[in-house]
């Protein structure tokens, strides 16, 4: 996965909980052979100690927002409790990767600033791929500016 030119280095706050421990780890590793930095990582040693989702998504999240430019990347066990504590938090847009095609358009259509992935629920091999898919990918602009300026006003005033 080293970066080519649509696939430009891109600079990761990463973090997990338990049950996203050791997929955190796999694509750490990942994402530094192939060029990408790692700014952060969030989370416990290993899958043993359990600590809350919320609070890792939470810190993760604040230094994507204080970093202009860098992306959040974060594991749990399903991806879910993970995506939904980052859309709580303003200039967070999170997706969910569950297949290809969404990844791809989380970044096309959406600019998603953080991936959430979930361990207990994808291989390693899949989990890559989708990783992959979001970076290959870029934001479209035009009407889906518009649209994402709308997203993130929703719930404004
Ligand atoms: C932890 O057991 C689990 O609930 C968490 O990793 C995640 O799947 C929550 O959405």
Known sequence: MHPSNRDSVTRFHIGSDHGGVTLRRVLVDLLQASGHQ?????????????????????????????????????????????????????GIRAALLADVASARLAREHNDA????????????????????????????????????????AAGEG
């Open 38 to 90: 790692v700014a952060s990582i969030t989370g416990p040693e290993g899958a043993t100690e359990s600590v809350d989702y919320p609070d890792v998504a939470v810190a993760v999240c604040r230094r994507v927002v204080d970093d202009p430019g860098a992306l959040g990347l974060l594991v749990c066990g399903s991806g879910q409790g993970m995506a939904m504590t980052a859309n709580r938090l303003p």
């Open 113 to 152: 600033n953080v991936i959430c992935l979930g361990e207990r629920v994808l291989g390693v091999e899949v989990a890559k791929e989708l990783l992959h898919a979001f970076l290959r990918a870029s934001f479209q602009g035009g009407r889906h500016q518009r649209r994402v300026d709308k997203v993130m």
